[in-house]
């Protein structure tokens, strides 16, 4: 069965930096994008960005451009998200997801169109 595992999250003060890790088990498929989402209390899931599979392209949402990076080890089946220069508003539970796509034009941050989540792992930046 396949499984998403998303690690990395944990306590730290603003301006500190983290990475975090996605990796699919027990994973076959070779055209996807996978996507990074965060939700803070009380607050919409939010995409904040994705990467494909098969050339590498990403997306980020426009609140998040210039401090967070993706990128992806398609050996691992794993992605990866920087994040520097942390804000309290950063506060959130990250998860990862895979959307199935043909064409990297398709991948995008809208959470709906995602078809398998892992579980979150929680990031808390205090001021």
């Known amino acids: 069965e396949m499984q998403l595992v998303a690690s990395g999250g944990g306590l730290v003060q603003a301006g500190g930096s983290l990475r975090l890790s996605c990796r699919a088990f027990a994973f076959t498929f070779d055209d996807y994008a996978m996507g990074w989402f965060r939700q803070a209390p009380g607050k919409e899931r939010e995409g904040v960005s994705a990467i494909s599979s098969i050339d590498g392209r990403t997306v980020y949402a426009d609140s998040v451009k210039g401090r967070f990076t993706i990128s992806i080890d398609n050996a691992k089946h794993t992605s990866y998200l920087e994040i520097t220069n942390l804000k309290p508003e950063d506060t959130a539970v990250y998860s990862c997801?895979?959307?199935?796509?043909?064409?990297?034009?398709?991948?995008?941050?809208?959470?709906?169109?995602?078809?398998?989540w892992g579980q979150g792992t929680q990031v808390t930046v205090s001021s």
């Open positions: 997801a895979i959307d199935w796509i043909t064409t990297s034009e398709a991948m995008g941050l809208i959470p709906t169109t995602y078809d398998y």
